[in-house]
């Protein structure tokens, strides 16, 4: 069975990119191409049954003119393959009007010929749409008005002819028109939905832009001018012990500004580079996270546990999905609760028909309920005590939906959190 994508394929040359807008309509005359095809075929067939063969090599004409047009249009020449469709269109819709009964419908396709050729050249041919409307005009004038038949006399047909000829004239009619008005209701309402997002975008950005020189006003100054204040203490005092906890100090607000800029550029890298897909082994992934946060403040204390099979792959972004697991089992550990004794981290997996869900659960401190569905928001602290920039799970959540999928959380104050990502699946999971 032939796919859509492999018959849109055999309209266009796949190994070419277009633009979308491109894209569609080479496509749209790829279609009307076809049915010109089977057009001509149709009327072949009502022709010969009905014993009228004087109209044959015409239809033949049509045929060939639209493979002409088909092979153009694989071949990338957008306004070769529209002048040679719509010149063929035109004349041979005048050739048969020109010795039509008004009553077979044959001057339908004057009106279908000029649509056609405004939705083919578009706003970029314009004035080539307009001038085919012209030549459609000024053909069913020479037709209807001057009676002006060059090719073929006037023929008088059946009674049953010509209700047969009407009916087929109509219904091609109608679904070349019905062709051409799904096409531009498709593009308009694509468009319109880009324009949304667009918009929602844009307002976004300028309220993470707002947010964010807000917050650097403040996390990236302060640091700063607690690093002077050390620096001139230092300078200042003699006492060695003094001095060296002046450095001691200065370095812990330089890894505070490190980690800021480094969730920034995590931030920037997030929205700016493509997706890389590739086949991963999860929970080589996960140990490959855990290895890099086991000298971080505390990992020693909490036991660690990655519930997952070790043949359980998924087809994602490496680099991202790397950046959404450090933020969470980081977070696991740096929230933790030094009241308790038995302190873990559990990395568990949860799998549906189309989705795959990795679950990060601890028995932490826990989130406040007032505090919950505010902390995946930018620069968001659910703690004044809290070290963080207030961008980890605001990353988390903006890179969970560049990879299609979604960030929840389940916490209780003083119990603990769960915090589940959930991607879609598309490739097979368990691998032997």
């Not at 370095?251 to 493509?274: G, L, P, T, W």
């Amino acid at each position: 069975m032939v796919t859509k994508s492999r018959f849109w394929d055999f309209l266009i040359d796949p190994s070419k990119p277009l633009p979308r807008s491109v894209y569609k309509k080479s496509i749209l005359r790829g279609q009307l191409s076809i049915l010109s095809i089977l057009v001509g075929i149709t009327y072949i067939v009502i022709d010969s049954v009905n014993g009228v063969y004087l109209n044959i090599y015409y239809y033949a004409f049509l045929i060939v003119a639209s493979l002409i047009t088909l092979v153009l249009n694989k071949q990338n020449k957008p306004l070769a393959a529209n002048i040679t469709f719509l010149v063929l269109m035109n004349l041979l819709v005048f050739v048969f009007a020109s010795s039509d009964t008004y009553r077979s419908g044959v001057y339908t396709f004057f009106i279908v010929s000029s649509i056609t050729g405004l939705t083919l050249c578009g706003y970029e041919q314009l004035k080539l749409g307009l001038f085919f409307v012209g030549v459609s005009v000024f053909l069913f004038v020479l037709a209807y008005v001057f009676k002006y038949s060059p090719v073929l006399p006037r023929a008088d047909f059946s009674e049953t002819y010509i209700t047969l000829y009407f009916t087929a004239n109509f219904v091609v009619s109608i679904l070349v028109v019905s062709t051409l008005l799904y096409f531009l209701i498709e593009i308009n309402h694509h468009t319109e939905n880009e324009l949304i997002q667009n918009n929602e975008l844009l307002v976004k950005t300028n309220q993470e832009l707002d947010r964010f020189v807000y917050s650097a006003s403040h996390d990236l100054r302060s640091p700063l001018s607690s690093i002077l204040g050390l620096v001139e203490i230092a300078k200042k005092s003699k006492d060695p012990e003094e001095i060296n906890m002046c450095l001691n100090l200065i370095q812990d607000r330089v890894k505070v500004q490190d980690s800021f800029i480094y969730e920034i550029i995590e931030y920037a890298r997030n929205n700016r580079m493509n997706i890389h897909e590739e086949l991963i082994n999860l929970k080589l992934l996960i140990f490959e996270v855990i290895d890099q946060l086991v000298y971080m403040q505390g990992a020693s204390e909490v036991d660690i546990q990655v519930i997952i099979d070790e043949n359980t792959f998924i087809h994602t972004d490496k680099a991202r999905l790397t950046s959404v697991l450090t933020n969470l089992i980081g977070n696991a550990i740096k929230y933790q609760d030094k009241m308790k004794t038995n302190r873990f981290v559990r990395i568990g997996l949860l799998k549906s028909a189309t989705h795959l869900s990795i679950t990060v659960e601890d028995n932490g401190q826990g989130i406040q309920p007032k505090f919950q569905e505010r902390i995946f928001d930018m620069f968001f602290r659910a703690s004044e005590n809290s070290k963080g920039s207030g961008l980890g799970l605001f990353i988390v959540k903006e890179t969970t939906s560049k990879l299609g999928g979604t960030v929840s959380l389940q916490s209780e104050y003083g119990k603990g959190s769960i915090f589940t990502v959930s991607l879609p699946i598309q490739q097979p999971l368990n691998l032997a």
